[in-house]
């Protein structure tokens, strides 16, 4: 049995409230830019740019845990965390009461994004270690799967969290729509505080590892990639273009960048289909990413072990639904409307995904286990590198665009995956933190 002690406990809330704390930012600043009068595409501009560099440290810090200790790495992550929000809460309130401009204030809340996309990536691997340390081989499989769990819950909790941390005034000072980020702010502080204060020193743990994690965004539900990494013999190296993996890479870069691009926009699809003000966008566009995020992890956590669907089977129909909820979505004019095709989308990406990530290992022997997990989780994070910014900019071209292209992406998808996979996979994915 997987240990659920006080440690453990922390450990989970450490791995929450990286999730939270980025997905609440990403649901309100839509609203916020609109508010500010900054063009959609700088606001898409500052999660890009937070997601490259996240994929470019995460690598580095997961290495890095290994020779210089886990709980200073938790630390190190979660000090940049809440440094990263406290600063972007300043820069926006400062463009709020016109202190600044809001070019300015934007330019400077990119700055506090650089900070979480670059430390923010150390803490994952560090408690993925520390767990691995802290059980047998029989039940680390559980317990990192568990953690993964607590990145797909983040996705969900922090949209759903954010409209209701939208605070007044500090005396003469309005606080409104940055409010978000100082919540989540003194939580990190407190959660980084008590890793301080609780967690074990390293001594006891220099024989485990950890893998690096997926950047954690808005309908980026964990593929648990990294669980396969962290508990992978080191062994045969393989490369994207390896033609064993090929085909699934080709197939989690297309749906990464269409799930990427969708999402983004949706925040700006609500507020002008609904004909909202910024402030008045937040709780129905919560309520639409609610309904996404739960819909990827029904299907991850409930149909998917329910129909025991092979890999071929959940890209085929994950596709199918992805594209035809994708296009609901574009062309809905109402908040039910926008929600079911989302919902549906969702649906059809939470499909994909695990299909994705088992069809790659399946393809591969035991020895490269842990060199596909790699590529397979830095394939999730680098789609939320340009995904978003190539979406807001199609939105702001026509506002179906960027739901209409995907759709198209997936469309070819389809085709060349039926084309291209072969109809022998025997195994279905064993579980959604695969």
């Known amino acids: 049995m997987v240990r659920f002690d006080r440690t453990f406990a922390l450990l989970f809330t450490v791995m929450l409230a990286i999730a939270a704390g980025n997905t609440a930012l990403q649901s309100v600043l839509p609203a916020l830019g609109r508010s500010l009068g900054v063009a959609d595409s700088a606001v898409a501009a500052a999660f890009s740019v937070s997601?490259?560099?996240?994929?470019?440290?995460?690598?580095?810090?997961?290495?890095?845990?290994?020779?210089?200790?886990?709980?200073?790495?938790?630390?190190?992550?979660?000090?940049?965390?809440?440094?990263?929000?406290?600063?972007?809460?300043?820069?926006?309130?400062?463009?709020?009461?016109?202190w600044i401009a809001p070019s300015v204030a934007f330019l400077l809340f990119i700055g506090g994004r650089l900070i979480y996309g670059t430390f923010g990536a150390a803490a994952p691997p560090a408690v993925q270690a520390l767990v691995a340390g802290r059980t047998s081989r029989e039940e680390r499989t559980r317990a990192l799967s568990l953690l993964a769990s607590a990145f797909g819950l983040g996705t969900i909790l922090g949209p759903a969290f954010a409209p209701y941390l939208v605070l007044g005034h500090a005396g003469r000072i309005e606080i409104g729509l940055a409010g978000p980020a100082f919540v989540f702010c003194a939580f990190g502080v407190l959660v980084t505080l008590a890793a301080w204060r609780y967690l074990p020193r390293d001594g006891a743990v220099a024989h485990a590892t950890g893998a690096a994690a997926s950047y954690p965004s808005i309908g980026g539900q964990s593929s648990g990639a990294s669980v396969t990494a962290a508990t992978a013999e080191r062994g045969e190296a393989v490369g994207y273009f390896d033609r064993r993996i090929r085909t699934w890479i080709v197939i989690g870069l297309a749906m990464g960048h269409a799930q990427a691009m969708t999402g983004q926009a949706i925040g700006f699809l609500v507020i002008d289909r609904l004909a909202l003000a910024p402030a008045d966008?937040?709780?129905?566009?919560?309520?639409?990413?609610?309904?996404?995020?739960?819909?990827?992890?029904?299907?991850?956590?409930?149909?998917?072990?329910?129909?025991?669907l092979r890999p071929r089977q959940l890209v085929l129909w994950g596709v199918t639904l992805a594209a035809a909820g994708s296009v609901m979505t574009g062309l809905a004019t109402s908040l039910y409307?926008?929600?079911?095709?989302?919902?549906?989308?969702?649906?059809?990406?939470?499909?994909?995904?695990?299909?994705?990530?088992?069809?790659a290992s399946l393809a591969v022997g035991a020895a490269a286990q842990g060199s596909v997990a790699g590529k397979i989780t830095a394939i999730n994070g680098a789609a939320f590198v340009l995904g978003p910014s190539i979406g807001v900019l199609l939105y702001e071209y026509w506002r179906p665009l960027p739901y209409l292209v995907a759709a198209s992406v997936l469309v070819l998808l389809l085709g060349y995956a039926a084309a291209r996979l072969s109809r022998g996979d025997r195994a279905a994915p064993a579980s959604p933190a695969r």
């Open 281 to 308: 966008a937040l709780q129905p566009t919560g309520l639409v990413l609610i309904m996404g995020a739960g819909s990827a992890l029904l299907a991850q956590w409930g149909i998917i072990p329910l129909l025991d």
């Open 51 to 98: 997601a490259l560099l996240w994929v470019i440290a995460a690598p580095f810090w997961a290495n890095r845990s290994d020779r210089t200790g886990r709980r200073l790495m938790v630390l190190v992550g979660m000090t940049g965390f809440s440094v990263s929000l406290f600063l972007c809460g300043i820069f926006l309130v400062a463009g709020i009461n016109g």
């Open 337 to 359: 409307g926008i929600a079911t095709g989302f919902a549906l989308a969702s649906l059809g990406f939470g499909f994909i995904r695990p299909g994705f990530t088992a069809g």
